[in-house]
């Protein structure tokens, strides 16, 4: 008894940890913006090919020889390279994407509504019948949105169009980012799919918008938060969220997770002065606990 508590307590540590690392990747990247006028576009490149490079190096020391098994199948192409594009780029451009136009604890709070997303998937695609607590809680947190991006009156919007588009696609990203891979996942080692599949995204990124092409102030202080969103928050965050994995289920690593938009939140607090509402604070509130509590009953099924 005393081991398996043992082992939950350190998975739930681990998934903690994710979601700690995974906030300090929006904070990153909004004094990154904020700092040195630099764009979403150029920050995937970065982070895209860096992860990608840092997971494979991963991957090939912990078993050379399989780390090019994945390609010696061709039906595995379409797959990966859909994973690849639709979910681990999409989810990539749309977070920054919004994170420049907005700031970081709203962008956050928008993908973690990514489990509404999966269940509206789910209901109309599979066929899958939601359970009535699920549809209140999908409910609940829109309203939640709705309250965060408009104060309860659509005439003043406290959130652009464009950021409130780009943060719930990043949501539905992450829905792609869960179910493409699946099969993938289950027949070779996760380090070596998203190693090959952030890799694969990054070069086509930077076919696109290299990241040579620098369209800001190259300093010390800019390349450090550069690679604090690369490895801190991206290989990092991912290798403590798949460690979580082994010790916990997913739906427990998932809640835990829900450490990232909270500290995105407190950290905008502290390191740019914002000041959040009491409307602003109950909807992120609101949100936030209706997703955790879908994504729990989900875990049921």
Known sequence: MKKINNTIFKGT????????????????????FEDF??????????????????????????????????????????ELFGYAIFGVLMVQITFYGCIQVSNA????VLQFTAPVFLLLYLALFRHQKPRLKSV????????????????????????????????????????????????????YEVTNVVGWAMLIAGVIMNSFYPVWRLDFDLTIKSLFLALGVAVVG??????????????????????????EPILAAIFSVIL??????????????????????????????
Not at 14 to 32: D, R, V
Not at 51 to 67: D, M, N, P
Not at 240 to 245: C, D, E, G, L, P
């Open 13 to 32: 540590i681990y998934a903690i940890l994710a979601g700690f690392f995974w906030a300090f990747s929006g904070i990153f990247g909004q004094i990154f």
């Open 136 to 187: 209140v809680l999908v409910v609940i947190a829109l309203i939640g949105i709705f309250f965060l991006t408009t104060h309860g009156n659509l005439k003043t919007m406290t959130l652009s169009p464009v950021a409130l588009f780009l943060g719930l696609l990043s949501a539905v990203a992450v829905v792609s980012y869960s179910l493409l891979p699946k099969r993938l996942l289950q027949t």
């Open 37 to 78: 006028g630099g764009n979403a576009l150029w920050i995937t490149s970065f982070r895209l090919l860096i992860a990608g490079i840092i997971l494979l190096f991963i991957s090939y020391f912990q078993k050379s020889s399989a780390f090019l098994s994945i390609w010696q199948d061709k039906k595995n192409y379409l």
């Open 105 to 108: 604890a709203t962008a956050t």
């Open 272 to 301: 740019f002065g914002m000041r959040f509402d009491v409307v602003t604070v109950i909807s992120m509130i609101v949100t936030l606990t209706s997703v955790i509590l879908l994504s729990l009953e989900e875990g049921k099924s």
């Open 234 to 259: 991206t290989a990092v965050a991912f290798m403590f969220n798949m460690s979580a994995i082994k010790y916990i289920s997913p739906v427990v690593a998932e809640v835990c997770a829900a450490m």
